[in-house]
């Protein structure tokens, strides 16, 4: 514009038409101005300067030559181009209606003769502002190319750049951050998919549920990191230990679900379970370190074990837990009746949390009788569980569940309570000093507050500490003696005699008799019940 408007100025100032030419050398100066507005101020503010500053000159030139006529109209188009490309809407709007209204003032003027000082433009004019309007219509034009290019070019980068995110946020959604390898989701698809096509065909299918033995104990001595580290590279071995078509994936902390498709037999099933144990047992090296590890398999066969994903996986889990109670680092198949019997304890479990809720145990006393004198000297005390259904329930049938779900301790609590309670109501009846022995669970010891609710119970009874005896087997010792032997002290400073039960079943050590200081040795029946004497 700045050029165009010089050359403009050139041509009307030979002519003599000097009062254009001033116009339009003031319309080029103002050019500069809005590019120093531009690059130290404001764009917009110079912008709004040199459009002010073209249609200004435009229009007076217009009035002063040949008004509507002349050829310099023509640039009113690009530069409503121009503004719509710079200006917010609102600014468009109010430059169109300026541009129209500056037209129609030059229509009326020339209509009503206002414009007397006309001078008609010569052919010269219109070939240099023809040029001009053409010059710069098609710089804006190539200016507007170019913005729509890089904005086609930046929306292109976006929607690439939206697909590969997606893309990511797809693999993320179904496989594991850590191993990469499929997630529980994608891999239950997986083999849900194996078990569909494969039932056509009619072949089998196996899911391994791998879980490692020792992954906590590396955890807690190298750290997290190293951790993660362990579990990538059994990712690594696992892949490496099945074929291409088979499905691993990561179940969640460490465990691991393995796919097996096409399989003929159990014996196949098995040479792939050892291959996995195979590979776990070749040493992992961590921060320097060579650690052995070990992992637990469990297996469920499509379609003898189950028809879909959540039975074999399910049945695989049960299984897994029987391959760890047989001493960890192998594999076992699926048996109907550990599952049975699994069941069968996860029900007795719920039905001993209910019969505690509703006080459906029973104590019953076994006296104790002085064999040289025949003399009462005390009493056992037994729990009973009087199930409304079952009847009187013998505590062989759910002691030792009671133990593994941690449930005897609450029962524990209880009979202690109960029977210090009993024995106290006894002595206040009359009866002659008696002594009331306790068994106490060696769940009870490792769960720590033994002491506390003894005390506790001898407090709200108000029986003597010395009319009490808890009974300890001999196995509960041997399996943490120094934690024992505290607790065993404490308790014994109370006053409270302390026994030894089902003697001579375990190592039968003389030696720990000095270190528990107990007053006295129950021999375990098997010894004793042949004798008729």
Same mark, same amino acid.
């Given at each position: ?64 030559? *040949? ?151 590396? %955890? *807690? ?46 014996? *196949? ?75 069968? %304890? ?117 029986? %003597? ?14 399996? *943490? ?53």
């Amino acid at each position: 514009v700045f050029i165009a408007f010089l050359i403009a100025a050139v041509n009307h100032g030979v002519q003599g038409r000097y009062d254009v030419a001033w116009v339009l050398v003031a319309g080029a100066l103002m050019m500069p101005l809005g590019l120093w507005l531009s690059k130290y101020r404001s764009s917009y503010a110079a912008g709004a300067l040199m459009l002010i500053a073209v249609v200004g000159t435009l229009s007076i030139i217009m009035w002063r030559s *040949d008004g509507l006529h002349d050829s310099a109209l023509l640039s009113f188009p690009v530069i409503l181009v121009g503004a719509a490309q710079f200006f917010r809407p609102r600014h468009f709007l109010a430059v169109t209606v300026f541009i129209l209204a500056i037209v129609l003032l030059i229509g009326v003027g020339t209509l009503w003769g206002w414009r007397s000082a006309m001078v008609p433009g010569t052919e010269m004019d219109r070939i240099t502002d023809s040029m001009s309007i053409l010059a710069a219509g098609g710089y804006l034009t190539w200016l507007l190319t170019q913005d729509m290019q890089k904005t086609l070019s930046r929306l292109r980068a976006q929607i690439r750049a939206l697909h590969a995110s997606e893309t990511d946020l797809k693999f993320l959604a179904q496989h594991d951050s850590l191993t990469r390898l499929p997630n529980r989701v994608l891999g239950s698809e997986l083999i849900e998919r194996a078990i569909a096509s494969n039932k056509r065909r009619k072949v089998r299918v196996a899911v391994l549920f791998v879980d490692l033995d020792n992954f906590k104990d590396i %955890n *807690d001595s190298l750290g997290h990191t190293a951790g993660d580290a362990f579990l990538k590279e059994v990712a690594l071995r696992l892949l490496t230990a099945v074929r291409v078509s088979d499905v691993v994936c990561r179940q969640g902390g460490d465990e691991f679900l393995i796919g097996l498709t096409d399989m003929d037999d159990s014996e *196949d099933i098995s040479q792939v379970a050892s291959n996995v144990l195979k590979q776990m047992q070749a040493p992992f090296t961590l921060r320097g370190t060579d650690i052995r590890a070990s992992c637990s398999i469990g297996i469920a066969v499509y379609p003898k074990d189950g028809e879909t994903f959540g039975e074999l996986l399910r049945h695989a889990d049960v299984a897994m837990y029987q391959a760890k109670d047989s001493g960890r680092n192998t594999y076992r198949f699926f048996d109907e009746d550990v599952n049975t019997s699994m069941q069968e %304890n996860l029900h007795l479990i719920s039905s001993l949390r209910e019969a505690i809720d509703q006080e459906e145990f029973v104590l019953h006393y076994q006296p104790i009788m002085n064999l040289a004198t025949g003399a009462l000297v005390g009493a056992e005390a037994l729990v009973r569980w009087q199930n409304p259904k079952l009847g009187l329930v013998a505590p062989g049938l759910f002691i030792a569940t009671a133990e593994k779900s941690g449930l005897i301790v609450e029962l524990g609590q209880w009979v202690m309570e109960e029977a210090c309670r009993q024995m106290r109501a006894w002595q206040d009846a009359g009866a002659p000093p008696l002594t009331m022995a306790v068994n106490l669970s060696p769940v009870q010891f490792r769960r720590g507050g033994v002491e506390a609710v003894i005390e506790r119970a001898l407090k709200h009874s108000g029986l %003597n500490p010395a009319c009490l005896e808890v009974e300890v087997t001999e196995s509960t010792l041997l399996q *943490d003696a120094d934690q024992f032997i505290q607790a065993l002290q404490r308790i014994k400073a109370m006053g409270i005699r302390i026994s030894i039960d089902d003697f001579g079943t375990g190592y039968s050590n003389l030696s720990y008799l000095q270190r528990f200081a107990v007053d006295k040795l129950k021999i375990d029946q098997s010894f004793v019940k042949q004798l008729t004497n």
